[in-house]
């Protein structure tokens, strides 16, 4: 199976979770490839940052029998950009595409102006970037961080509500076609009904589009946030009922191109501290196991957690679900200092 979007820590942030326990879990969970985004610290913007990631990685994906590649990170600057593109032309697959945050998460790499997203669609553009430009899609000018309530997980919902999403869905597909974007854009995390319409709507035109979806978006609502023990904080945040079935609808039917974890593990304490990201690699298999059934074909099954990730990016995959899954989410769980699918099964 395949995870193209994972946090695995390490660096600045080891006592969150250490490359080497990130691959150990993931391949425990039955995956063979999986994608580190680019808001470690230190940041992977440049090509040795990026080679010192992937050397850091490199004997526990030999001794775990993963493949481990990053996401390159893009800034403002277009020179920046420029020698992004150049790294990932030389070191696909091990880059396996290039992240724009369009508003800010963890890290604070967030993209939030008009004219800095215009700057990066440009330039990838005049570059003739030809790969997959990955974004994190909540527009800044629609959060409302007034209405979180610190210790009161489901007030993140609101914080962040489903329009921010929506709108920054809307002003991608804008820019991409606007600037002649010769990539292929994903959404990731994808959250919302609208912004699913608008991904439909935009691969009906042409556009070369795709989004992915994680198990906590699929099979968890923001009331189960209101359980504090879940620690049920992420960006994007979870969303009401209506959202969460056309998340897990657009899984079946291939509205949704294929899962993907968002796994991002903290400290206890980084949670209490109003931390989002929660441990993903368990959730995959909840997710899988629901699924199946559900009655989901197993040819859309694979699709979903292995072939069409890999078709997306130019990669192999040997199309392999994980089994034995009970005991792999058992075990997966008792890795992380919290479980925030408790009471799934």
């Known amino acids: ?65 993963v493949s481990y590649s990053v996401h390159m990170g893009l800034t403002a600057d277009e020179d920046q950009i420029r020698h992004a593109v150049n790294t990932y032309n030389e070191l696909f697959p091990r880059v396996l595409g290039l992240k724009m945050f369009a508003g800010h998460s963890t890290g604070n790499m967030g993209l939030v102006s008009p004219d800095a997203q215009r700057t990066v669609f440009r330039t990838l553009t005049d570059s003739d970037y030809r790969g997959i430009l990955l974004v994190h899609c909540e527009k800044e000018s629609l959060l409302r961080p007034e209405l979180f309530v610190p210790g009161r997980f489901e007030t993140h919902s609101a914080a962040r509500p489903p329009e921010a999403e929506a709108e920054s869905v809307r002003d991608m597909i804008s820019l991409a076609m606007e600037t002649g974007f010769r990539g292929g854009l994903h959404i990731c995390h994808i959250s919302t009904r609208a912004a699913l319409d608008l991904v439909k709507k935009a691969r009906a035109e042409g556009l070369d589009i795709s989004c992915g979806a994680t198990a906590h978006h699929s099979l968890l609502t923001a009331s189960d946030a209101g359980n504090h023990d879940l620690f049920l904080k992420m960006n994007p945040p979870l969303r ?15 509205d949704v191109d294929f899962v993907e974890s968002d796994h991002a593990p903290h400290t206890l304490a980084d949670k209490e501290a109003g931390a989002s990201g929660i441990p993903g690699f368990a959730g995959s298999l909840l997710l899988l196991k629901r699924l199946k059934a559900d009655g989901v074909p197993h040819a859309r099954l694979v699709e979903l957690f292995c072939s069409a990730a890999a078709d997306r990016f130019g990669i192999e995959s040997d199309n392999r679900l994980a089994d034995r899954l009970d005991w792999r989410i058992a075990k997966a769980r008792e890795e992380y200092p919290f479980d925030p699918f408790s009471g799934l099964s």
Request: hydrophobic residues 40%; contains cysteine.
């Open 240 to 254: 009401d009922e209506s959202d969460r079935q056309a998340v897990y609808q657009g899984l079946i039917d291939g």
């Open 1 to 65: 199976m395949i995870d193209v979007h994972v946090h695995l820590r390490d660096w600045q942030q080891s006592a969150k979770e250490t490359v080497g326990h990130g691959l150990a879990v993931a391949s425990l969970c039955g995956f063979r490839w999986v994608a580190d985004m680019p808001n470690t610290a230190p940041a992977l913007t440049d090509r040795e940052t990026v080679l010192d990631r992937l050397a850091l990685a490199s004997p526990y994906a030999r001794k775990h029998h």
